[in-house]
């Protein structure tokens, strides 16, 4: 019988191995972005199912996802504004055509 903490362990593993699949697959940023969000989704569900699971205060894991929370969408922001200024002098998205970040 698995415990409900492998199984939130077992979905996070798969959220976080779908995340870094597109993160080393895909060639645009929001595609990028968006599979860097699900990695850390996945590093949120675990913080609160293991802080749920082990019988220690489980508001210290909700804090700390919503912390979490926190970073994503300010990270977001950071990274939207920042695709729009490159697509503004480049025209495009594409990692591969994106020759200007290359030292």
């Given at each position: 019988?698995?415990?409900?903490?492998?199984?939130?362990?077992?979905?996070?593993?798969?959220?976080?191995?779908?995340?870094?699949?597109?993160?080393?697959q895909?060639?645009?940023?929001?595609?990028?972005l968006?599979?860097?969000?699900?990695?850390?989704?996945?590093?949120?569900?675990?913080?609160?199912?293991v802080t749920?699971?082990?019988?220690?205060?489980?508001?210290?894991?909700?804090?700390?996802?919503?912390?979490?929370?926190?970073?994503?969408?300010?990270?977001?922001?950071?990274?939207?504004?920042?695709f729009?200024?490159?697509?503004?002098?480049t025209?495009?998205?594409?990692?591969?055509?994106?020759?200007?970040?290359?030292?």
């Open positions: 019988m698995v415990s409900p903490l492998q199984a939130y362990l077992a979905v996070a593993v798969a959220l976080f191995g779908i995340g870094l699949y597109g993160l080393v895909r060639r645009s940023l929001v595609a990028m968006i599979a860097l969000e699900l990695m850390l989704a996945s590093v949120s569900i675990i913080v609160v199912s749920a699971m082990t019988g220690s205060d489980a508001s210290l894991g909700q804090v700390i996802a919503l912390i979490l929370v926190g970073v994503a969408a300010s990270e977001t922001a950071i990274a939207l504004s920042l729009v200024a490159i697509h503004r002098t025209h495009a998205i594409d990692v591969e055509r994106l020759s200007e970040l290359k030292g």
